[in-house]
C-alpha cells in the first residue's frame, strides 16, 4: 500500500521556522516528482514548491522564494520542505503530493496525497 506521510507542523512565532517531511512508502520514490501544497482556511489548495525526482530542478510560490527550500533524499524517501522567515500567511495545512508525469498538474493528476499537517504561524 502506497502511503506518504507528513510531519514536522506546529505553531510557531512569525520569523522562526519549521522542517516538513514527507515520507513515502510502498513506491519507487525516486521515479516521482514531489510537490508542496497549502491549503488555507477558507480557501482552496496553492502550490508552494516542487522537486523533481532526481532533484535537479525545484520550483516555488513567488510568495514563498527565498524564504522555503525544498529538498529530497531518495535513500530515504523523504522529501523536506526547510521554511525560513515564516509569516502569518503561511498558516495552513501542508500536503506533499507525488505525481509521475513530472510537471505540475491539476490536483486530481496527483497519483498520491499525504493526510497533510498543520502549521500556524503566530503573529
Known amino acids: 500500500q502506497v502511503q506518504l506521510v507528513e510531519s514536522g507542523g506546529g505553531l510557531v512565532q512569525a520569523g522562526g521556522s519549521l522542517r516538513l517531511s514527507c515520507a513515502s512508502s510502498?513506491?519507487?520514490?525516486?521515479?516521482?516528482?514531489v510537490d508542496w501544497f497549502r491549503q488555507a482556511p477558507g480557501k482552496e489548495h496553492e502550490f508552494v514548491a516542487a522537486?523533481?525526482?532526481?532533484?535537479?530542478?525545484?520550483y516555488y510560490v513567488d510568495s514563498v522564494k527565498g524564504r522555503f527550500t525544498i529538498s529530497r533524499d531518495n535513500a530515504k524517501n523523504t522529501v523536506y520542505l526547510q521554511m525560513n522567515s515564516l509569516k502569518p500567511e503561511d498558516t495552513g495545512v501542508y500536503y506533499c503530493?507525488?505525481?509521475?508525469?513530472?510537471?505540475?498538474?491539476?490536483?486530481?493528476?496527483?497519483?498520491?496525497w499525504g493526510q497533510g499537517t498543520q502549521v500556524t504561524v503566530s503573529s
Open positions: 522537486i523533481t525526482w532526481s532533484g535537479g530542478r525545484t
Open positions: 503530493a507525488a505525481n509521475s508525469a513530472g510537471s505540475l498538474l491539476s490536483l486530481e493528476e496527483y497519483d498520491y
Open positions: 510502498g513506491l519507487t520514490f525516486s521515479n516521482y516528482r
